[in-house]
């Protein structure tokens, strides 16, 4: 069976591969601190050895609670946001029929996410689509107190307990969260939800391999268990004891560090089938709060090709020079399709009459990479067999672990993220809620100059 696979040679017109091994003594340490819990944020490693170490009770416990309830159910609702989100939506979007929603049979309910914006527009809109569908809502919140999802949760609760009684409305929601504390918790005791827990040592963009993903993903019909083996099998080939130059996670975290040294410090990521859209989205939140801190880190950018071509193309290709692109390339499609002869051929195809779409797309991949590299663009390449749960449970790892490790390279804590509290500080005051007295004060004063 092959793996995941890193090519980093279009990067050594930039940084040569000595440049690159120079990181390997403090990549390994690194990596060791990571094992011996001995590195900032050290609290929050429980994804270390999270899919090796899920049993199969566990696994039991999250299909079941979904086997029980999803035969009656039309749509499921997800409620949560950053790392209580992106992880499952990223999942379920790469391994779903991009036009399941308008399939009329399937064994599957469709899944619907909220508590990810405040928009009043959003949640009219979905509450209207549920009016006539049945439904229930998987509630996502490590801490339990997080505003988004709790307006959604409060609203969409009032709306099954108004359709289906208490009693029912009880039996359609599950609580994703801590195992003792917060707001959530108290009311999934009270009310008597289904809770799963989020461990404590694992932050919320390193969760998507705990339930908070395994069951969103499980209620979209996925298999759990082959993205657990996935990923179980990066975290075999990137352990402690596997030398440098064998480790796709240590060469990928020194990679991008020897481009940032050398005033690439944004990083694009690139993919040419649009189920990754929401994959990149997951990446540039595990990126973006992992290292873009202490003013650091490499600013993780996202583009659809060969869609962004006719839009971002113009910029990588000839803007300024500060950016790298990794390419995440997928060696087989799932589907085929041969492009048609036409007689008139007015549209001037023939010449690819007969190809397939994906040696069509394989090409488009291949003329930008050398016209970007070209162009003063590095390129690291992440070859993918194909799109399944068990390849994407080795992306998933694969990119946490060289987080981690990329994070203690720029030394920074990758696991906390102190900056998101500005706004939240400011939007309480702002809205005079109990106990920010003092800040609103602050920021009404502030606003009137
Ligand atoms: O990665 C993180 O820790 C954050 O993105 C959180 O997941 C996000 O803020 C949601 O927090 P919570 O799960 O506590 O509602």
């Not at 003329?367 to 994407?392: K, M, S, W």
Request: proline residues 3%; contains cysteine.
């Amino acid at each position: 069976m092959k793996n995941i696979n890193l090519s980093i040679e279009n990067v050594y017109k930039f940084v040569s591969k000595e440049t690159i091994l120079e990181y390997k003594d403090d990549v390994e340490k690194k990596i060791k601190s990571l094992y011996n819990k001995s590195g900032k944020g050290n609290d929050f490693l429980g994804w270390l050895n999270l899919p090796s170490s899920i049993t199969q009770n566990e696994i039991d416990d999250i299909q079941s609670t979904v086997d029980k309830l999803k035969n009656k159910l039309d749509v499921v609702v997800v409620i949560g946001i950053g790392g209580s989100y992106l992880g499952a939506r990223a999942v379920i979007d790469v391994l779903s029929d991009s036009f399941s929603s308008f399939k009329k049979k399937s064994n599957n309910p469709q899944i619907v996410f909220a508590g990810q914006n405040i928009s009043e527009d959003y949640l009219y809109e979905l509450r209207n689509m549920l009016s006539d569908k049945s439904f229930a809502v998987v509630i996502i919140s490590k801490s339990g107190t997080t505003t988004e999802p709790a307006i959604s949760f409060r609203l969409l609760k009032a709306d099954l307990e108004k359709r289906y009684g208490k009693q029912e409305a009880k039996n359609r929601i599950i609580a994703i969260t801590d195992k003792e504390r917060g707001a959530l918790k108290n009311l999934s005791d009270k009310e008597g939800y289904k809770t799963f827990v989020i461990p404590d040592d694992v932050g919320g963009r390193y969760s998507v391999l705990t339930p908070v993903g395994l069951v969103p993903i499980a209620f979209a019909g996925f298999d759990i268990k082959q993205l657990i083996e996935g990923a179980k099998v990066i975290e075999k080939i990137s352990s402690v004891e596997i030398p440098f130059e064998q480790n796709i996670t240590a060469v990928y975290a020194a990679t991008r560090n020897a481009l940032y040294s050398n005033e690439k410090n944004i990083e694009i990521m690139v993919n040419y089938n649009p189920k990754l859209h929401y994959f990149a989205e997951w990446w540039k939140q595990l990126y973006g709060e992992s290292e873009g801190k202490e003013n650091k880190g490499i600013f993780p950018a996202s583009v659809d090709f060969t869609s962004d071509l006719h839009s971002m193309g113009q910029y990588i290709q000839q803007g300024r020079r500060n950016i790298f692109e990794t390419v995440l390339s997928i060696e087989k499609a799932n589907h085929n399709i041969i492009i048609p002869h036409d007689d008139a051929n007015l549209d001037k195809l023939n010449y690819l009459a007969g190809k397939h779409l994906d040696e069509v797309n394989k090409m488009a991949e291949l003329g930008t990479v050398l016209a970007h590299v070209d162009g003063g663009v590095p390129n690291i390449r992440i070859e993918i067999p194909q799109l399944n749960e068990f390849y994407i449970g080795q992306l998933i790892y694969f990119f946490e672990k060289a987080c981690a490790i990329s994070g203690y390279v720029l030394d920074v804590n990758p696991f906390d993220q102190p900056g998101v509290e500005a706004y939240k500080k400011n939007m309480f005051a702002l809205l005079e809620k109990p106990g920010f007295e003092k800040e609103t004060l602050e920021i009404k004063e502030k606003i009137k100059k």
